[in-house]
């Protein structure tokens, strides 16, 4: 069955960098897109990066461009995304998503938290 699991959360101080990392399992991993979510509290869940199966084009939200890079490997089923310049509104539990035969599918989702 699909299996995401997220790891590299944590706290950190404003401008900071973390990397947040997704092993993916269950599925060809190649053959799909994949997606980083947030969901700040009291917030809805909002799509912050795209990344498609090959690796070539990505996308991203307008509040991480130019600080946020998703990538992934497709050898190690892994996508990872470098978040750089850390605000405290990127405070949020991040979650790794895949859509497979129109089903959502989400890892557990890890904190960053963006404090003094």
């Known amino acids: 069955q699909v299996q995401l699991a997220e790891s590299g959360g944590g706290l950190v101080q404003p401008g900071g960098s973390l990397r947040l990392s997704c092993a993916a399992s269950g599925f060809i991993f190649s053959n799909y897109a994949m997606n980083w979510f947030r969901q700040a509290p009291g917030k809805e869940r909002e799509l912050v990066a795209t990344i498609t199966g090959a690796g070539g084009s990505t996308k991203y939200t307008d509040s991480v461009k130019g600080r946020f890079t998703v990538s992934r490997d497709n050898v190690e089923n892994t996508v990872s995304l470098q978040m750089n310049s850390l605000k405290p509104e990127d405070t949020a539990v991040y979650y790794c998503?895949?859509?497979?035969?129109?089903?959502?599918?989400w890892g557990q989702g890890t904190q960053v938290t963006v404090s003094s």
């Open positions: 998503n895949v859509i497979r035969y129109s089903r959502n599918y």
